[in-house]
């Protein structure tokens, strides 16, 4: 697995905003999303969300826009304030600006960058899409390096060692490192995944496993 630069693990935080809006440049996303629009992924995905400083959770949103010099659209995001941007060369060329008002204004929003694979369901999971997610992840990774390097010198990512997944119950993975609810699979073990087969749980999300 080739290494990376990237802050602080897969979360790269904005400035805290203050406490009645959070507002960033849209271009930023732009560039991010064109890379995963150029790799056609068919699971991994750049997903962004507004998280509060101090917890770390999502940073419930009241309303959001879009902003340009001559316009204004609506932000579309989701309850666990999932930004939900559109892959727009107009916006970028016109310096959109992102205004986001929090459902709490005590909270200092940040934003996270996430990589992941959310789309994937407990009956789908076998050795080949295994495979397929961790080659996605680091294809992804190796790719979006580029915007960190120049900004973030300071931070070495260590190479990606597999993925991690999360269930939503306890489960027991044969070949990988499985504690409580998550299960971590590098691609160089020998891992089986029949113990799945008749298991009542279902996958809540899918992350790189990163050295640490």
Same mark, same amino acid.
């Given at each position: 697995?080739?290494?990376?630069i990237? =802050?602080?693990?897969?979360? *790269?935080?904005? !400035? ?5 809006e ?5 271009? =930023? /996303? ?7 629009d ?9 997903? /962004?969300?507004? *998280?509060?400083?101090a917890?770390?959770?999502p940073?419930?949103?009241r309303?959001?826009k879009?902003?340009?010099?001559? @316009?204004?659209?609506? +932000? ?5 304030a999932?930004?939900?941007?559109p +892959?727009?060369k107009?916006?970028?060329a016109?310096?959109? *600006? ?5 459902? @709490?204004?005590a ?8 990589i992941?694979a !959310? ?5 789908? +999971? @076998?050795?080949? #899409?295994?495979?397929? #997610?961790n ?11 580029g /915007? ?13 060692? =597999?993925?991690?997944?999360? /269930?939503?119950?306890e ?21 089986? +995944? ?6 009542? #749980? ?11």
């Amino acid at each position: 697995m080739k290494s990376s630069i990237i =802050g602080l693990s897969l979360m *790269v935080l904005a !400035p805290i905003a203050n406490a009645s809006e959070f507002v960033v440049s849209y271009d =930023g /996303f732009y560039d991010r999303l064109k890379v995963m629009d150029k790799g056609q992924y068919e699971y991994a995905q750049i997903n /962004f969300y507004l *998280v509060d400083s101090a917890t770390l959770k999502p940073c419930v949103i009241r309303s959001g826009k879009l902003i340009t010099e001559n @316009n204004s659209l609506p +932000l579309s995001y989701t309850e666990n304030a999932q930004l939900l941007l559109p +892959l727009d060369k107009q916006l970028d060329a016109d310096k959109a *600006v992102i205004v986001v008002e929090p459902q @709490n204004p005590a909270h200092e929003c940040q934003l996270k960058m996430q990589i992941e694979a !959310p789309s994937i369901k407990l009956k789908q +999971l @076998n050795t080949a #899409v295994v495979k397929q #997610v961790n080659d996605e992840f680091d294809d992804l990774l190796t790719n979006l390096s580029g /915007f960190f390097i120049g900004k973030l010198l300071s931070f070495l990512l260590p190479s990606q060692k =597999g993925i991690q997944i999360e /269930f939503e119950d306890e489960v027991d993975i044969p070949g990988a490192l499985c504690e409580s609810k998550t299960c971590k699979i590098s691609m160089e073990n020998n891992f089986d +995944l029949d113990a799945l087969k008749n298991a009542e #749980v279902e996958i809540k999300n899918i992350v790189p496993w990163i050295a640490n």
